[in-house]
């Protein structure tokens, strides 16, 4: 059975930072692409940054690109997402996803496994 499991979500101020972690279980790990989605209330999920199974390419939606950083840890099974500079609009569930891996370009279309979300809260 495949899980996904966030951790690392809360409540932070404008400016602040967060580190959210994704540990991956029954799956072989280094054969997916790894993202990280968020969707707001009212909202439709939205992708945020993804990296390749080797780590050599990552992908970014513009409006995270300089304060977020993707990385992942194929030995530990486990994917992170560092936010700093977070701002009241980055306010969502923040959802973990595995994807092919033959490419870093995800959408809710071809994920194949998704965690169950972590709440993130930025108070202005």
């Known amino acids: 059975q495949v899980q996904l499991v966030e951790s690392g979500g809360g409540l932070v101020q404008t400016g602040g930072s967060l580190r959210l972690s994704c540990q991956a279980s029954g799956l072989s790990f280094s054969d997916y692409t790894m993202g990280w989605f968020r969707q707001a209330p009212g909202l439709g999920r939205e992708f945020v940054t993804a990296i390749s199974w080797h780590s050599t390419t990552t992908r970014y939606t513009p409006s995270v690109k300089g304060r977020f950083a993707i990385s992942r840890d194929n030995t530990l099974n486990t994917v992170y997402l560092q936010m700093n500079s977070l701002k009241p609009d980055d306010t969502a569930v923040y959802y973990c996803?595995?994807?092919?891996?033959?490419?870093?370009?995800?959408?809710?279309?071809?994920?194949?496994?998704w965690g169950q979300g972590t709440q993130v809260t930025v108070s202005s």
């Open positions: 996803a595995a994807g092919p891996k033959s490419t870093v370009v995800l959408s809710t279309a071809n994920i194949d496994y």
